[in-house]
């Protein structure tokens, strides 16, 4: 009886990670990406001098890491439990998007955003109320 419940502790320990490595990078890589005026044309060299210059950022290097983090805890969590939980329950990150965006990046968020915030916090309580592993299929 102890094994199904710590497949279940880990599998919500990774979703957790999942939630915070996904939206941290994301945010990281919009700062740096915010801080860099875009390529100058949609030439080969203006392009390669563009990605040259974003990639020799530490914030991008930082965002890549924490999104490479975020990789490994889905495949792991995705041997552990099923897609159908795993995708749903781990929108959460959209809602932390959210709010980083608005705290760390000073974004405006309008009302029907926090609306759908809501809702999605609503959709992610009610697939993290259910089993994240279906029993073994023959």
Same mark, same amino acid.
């Given at each position: 009886?102890?094994?199904?419940?710590?497949?279940?502790?880990?599998? +919500? #320990?990774?979703?957790?990670?999942?939630?915070? !490595?996904?939206?941290? $990078?994301?945010?990281?890589?919009?700062?740096?990406?915010?801080?860099?005026?875009?390529?100058?044309?949609?030439? &080969?060299?203006?392009?390669? @001098? !563009? /990605? /040259? *210059?974003?990639?020799? @950022?530490?914030?991008?290097?930082?965002?890549?890491?924490?999104?490479?983090? /975020?990789? &490994?805890? +889905?495949?792991?969590?995705?041997? %552990?439990?099923? +897609?159908? +939980? #795993?995708?749903?329950?781990?929108?959460? $990150?959209?809602? &932390? &998007?959210?709010?980083? $965006?608005?705290?760390?990046?000073?974004?405006?968020?309008?009302?029907?955003? %926090?609306?759908?915030?809501?809702?999605?916090?609503? $959709?992610?309580?009610?697939?993290?109320?259910?089993?994240?592993?279906? *029993?073994?299929?023959?």
């Amino acid at each position: 009886m102890a094994a199904p419940k710590t497949s279940s502790t880990k599998t +919500y #320990v990774l979703l957790a990670l999942m939630v915070v !490595f996904g939206p941290v $990078g994301d945010v990281l890589l919009s700062k740096a990406m915010k801080q860099s005026a875009g390529p100058q044309a949609w030439t &080969v060299p203006a392009v390669s @001098r !563009f /990605f /040259f *210059e974003a990639m020799t @950022r530490g914030t991008v290097w930082l965002g890549i890491a924490s999104l490479l983090l /975020f990789l &490994v805890c +889905y495949l792991v969590v995705l041997s %552990w439990a099923d +897609y159908s +939980y #795993v995708t749903p329950a781990s929108a959460a $990150g959209y809602i &932390v &998007v959210v709010l980083l $965006g608005h705290l760390l990046l000073g974004e405006p968020v309008p009302p029907l955003r %926090w609306a759908g915030v809501g809702l999605l916090s609503m $959709g992610v309580l009610l697939v993290g109320g259910t089993q994240p592993i279906s *029993e073994k299929r023959n």
